[in-house]
C-alpha cells in the first residue's frame, strides 16, 4: 500500500484554524496536529500556510526514508563531532572514559590532516566533557578514506598510544559509526569497511618493576597527591576512577572494602603495610581519601615524574593496575586470587599479564646447576 500525507486543518467556532496532517500508510491512518494555528484576521496567513506544508512535505520525505531505509539530505549535512558530542553528553555506562578519549584523538588526527584548525580544549568538567572544534565534519564527509586514515593514526608512533588501546579506542568509534548508520545519517557503513583485527591475547602495557616503584617513591613529584594515589594504585589494583570515588567508609581495619566501576564487583582484601602507610590519617568516613586534579594534570605529573626518575617508559594511571597484577604473578600468587584482587569476572582477562613473566621463565633456566659431562 502506499503513503500519503495530506495538509488539513481544523475549524474551530472562533474561526481559528488548527493545522494537522493526515497521514496513511500501509493501510494505517493518523492523525499529527503541528504547532500552526491561523486566527480570523491574520496577517501572517500565507506565511503560515507555506511553512504548514513545508512542514508536510518534510514529513511526508521522512516516512518515505524511513521505509526505503534512505537517508534524507538534511542528516547527510548533520555535524559528525557534533553528534558525537551529544553521545558523549547523554552516555552513562561504564566505558564513557574511552569513548571520550577516542574522540580526543580524533580530533587530533583531524587537526593533522587539516581537515579542522583549531581545538578548544576540554574544560575538563561534567558539563563539558570534551573539546570542541572551530570547523564542522558533516556525516556525508565521513568516507571510508577518513576512517581508515584515523585507524591508521591510532596505531600510528603520533599517537603516543600502545598495546591494546588503539584498538580499543576504534573499536568505540566503530560502534557510534555503526550506531549513525543505523539511525541513517550515513549512506553506507563506512567503518565496517576498515579491517580491525583484535589483538594477540598477550598485553602489552608498560608496568613498573618493584625496583622501579621504589626509585618513584624516592622521587619528587609536582603533585603529591597523584604520587600517593598512583603508588597505591600499585599496591591495590584500583583504576584511576575507583581511587577518585574511594572513601574512607570503604577502608576499615587497614581492609579495603569496595567495588569496580567498570562492572559493579565487590573487591575486599587486606591491605598491605606500604598502602596502609600511603593512606595516612584516616578521615571522615564520606570524606574522599585522594583529591586528584584533572586527567590532563595527572598525565603531566607522571610524565615529568618519569622524566627525573630516569624511568624510559610510557605510564598512565591504569599502569598501576597492571604493575598490581605483574607483581602478584611473580611472587607466585595463582590467577585465580589475582582475578578476585582485580575484580575481574573470570581468570580470562587475568591471562593477559602471562606474557610478562617470559623474561622471568628464561632467567629461572639460566639459573639451573651446570652438571660436569
Not at 587530533?108 to 587539516?114: A, P, S, V, W, Y
Not at 566503530?174 to 583485527?197: H, M, T
Request: glycine residues 6%; positive net charge.
Amino acid at each position: 500500500m502506499g503513503i500519503t500525507v495530506n495538509l488539513r486543518w481544523l475549524k474551530y467556532d472562533s474561526g481559528t484554524q488548527s493545522a494537522y496532517l493526515d497521514i496513511i500508510n500501509n493501510g494505517i491512518r493518523k492523525k499529527e496536529f503541528i504547532d500552526i494555528k491561523i486566527k480570523k484576521g491574520d496577517t501572517k496567513k500565507k506565511e503560515k500556510k507555506l511553512k504548514a506544508e513545508a512542514i508536510r512535505t518534510k514529513r511526508h520525505n521522512a516516512i518515505i526514508d524511513k521505509k526505503y531505509e534512505l537517508v534524507s539530505e538534511d542528516k547527510l549535512n548533520v555535524d559528525f563531532i557534533q553528534y558525537y558530542q551529544v553521545f558523549l553528553k547523554n552516555y552513562k555506562k561504564a566505558g564513557i572514559k574511552k569513548y571520550r578519549y577516542a574522540y580526543e584523538k580524533f580530533l587530533l588526527f583531524l587537526k593533522e590532516e587539516g581537515l579542522i584548525k583549531k581545538i578548544i580544549a576540554t574544560p575538563d568538567n561534567l558539563l563539558q566533557p570534551y573539546s570542541t572544534v572551530d570547523l564542522r565534519l558533516p556525516f556525508k564527509e565521513l568516507t571510508k578514506e577518513v576512517c581508515q586514515g584515523y585507524k591508521d593514526y591510532l596505531y600510528g608512533p603520533k599517537s603516543g598510544l600502545t598495546g591494546e588501546t588503539p584498538y580499543d579506542y576504534y573499536k568505540r568509534f566503530k560502534a557510534l559509526v555503526n550506531r549513525a548508520f543505523e539511525e541513517r545519517f550515513l549512506l553506507i557503513n563506512v567503518s565496517s569497511l576498515v579491517k580491525l583485527k583484535k589483538p594477540e591475547g598477550n598485553l602489552e602495557k608498560q608496568i613498573l618493576t618493584k625496583n622501579e616503584l621504589q626509585v618513584l617513591a624516592a622521587t619528587p613529584i609536582g603533585n603529591e597527591e597523584v604520587k600517593r594515589a598512583f603508588l597505591f594504585a600499585c599496591f591495590t589494583g584500583l583504576g584511576e576512577k575507583e581511587i577518585r570515588l574511594l572513601t574512607w567508609k570503604e577502608v576499615v581495619d587497614d581492609r579495603l572494602n569496595t567495588k569496580r566501576a567498570k562492572n559493579g564487583i565487590k573487591v575486599s582484601f587486606k591491605l598491605s603495610k606500604t598502602a596502609i602507610n600511603l593512606l595516612g590519617k584516616y578521615g571522615p568516613k564520606d570524606q574522599k581519601v585522594f583529591r586528584l586534579p584533572s586527567n590532563v594534570a595527572i598525565a603531566k605529573n607522571l610524565k615529568n615524574w618519569m622524566k627525573r626518575a630516569k624511568i624510559d617508559k610510557h605510564i598512565t594511571f591504569y599502569c598501576g593496575r597492571h604493575s598490581f597484577a605483574v607483581m602478584h604473578l611473580r611472587e607466585g600468587t595463582n590467577l585465580k586470587t589475582i582475578s578476585k584482587l582485580m575484580g575481574h569476572k573470570s581468570t580470562v582477562p587475568t591471562n593477559k599479564y602471562l606474557n610478562y613473566l617470559d623474561a622471568d621463565k628464561d632467567k629461572a633456566i639460566e639459573n639451573l646447576p651446570d652438571l660436569a659431562l
